[in-house]
Nanobody, 115 residues
Framework: QVQLVESGGDLVRPGGSLRLSCAAS????????MKWYRQVPGKQRELVAL???????NYADSVKGRFTIFRDNDKSTVYLQMNSLKPEDTAVYYC?????????WGQGTQVTVSS
């Protein structure tokens, strides 16, 4: 059974930092590209960051220079380090695992940026 379990979401003040984690089980993690998405009510899910199996990374323009995605294949975990958080970063953050035609999603973790 494949599971992606996100954690680390919280309420944080503008300018603060959070680190999200997504722990995978039931897959050969090193074979999967990993992505972080986010979604706010009434809007489409947005791709925030991705990391390939060769650790190439890419980011949405809105988070470049503030967010960093990285992975630990030994722990089957992908992380999203979020710095200089803004109120517009408020969303539910989801991790996604992709290998060829296989896609898996986590349940999401809430990030709220507010003073």
């Amino acid at each position: 059974q494949v599971q992606l379990v996100e954690s680390g979401g919280d309420l944080v003040r503008p300018g603060g930092s959070l680190r999200l984690s997504c722990a995978a089980s039931g897959i050969t993690f090193r074979l999967y590209s990993m992505k972080w998405y986010r979604q706010v009510p009434g809007k489409q899910r947005e791709l925030v960051a991705l990391i390939t199996t060769s650790t190439t990374t890419n980011y949405a323009d809105s988070v470049k220079g503030r967010f960093t995605i990285f992975r630990d294949n030994d722990k089957s975990t992908v992380y999203l380090q979020m710095n200089s958080l803004k109120p517009e970063d408020t969303a539910v953050y989801y991790c996604n695992a992709n290998f060829q035609s296989l896609y898996y999603w986590g349940q999401g973790t809430q990030v709220t940026v507010s003073s």
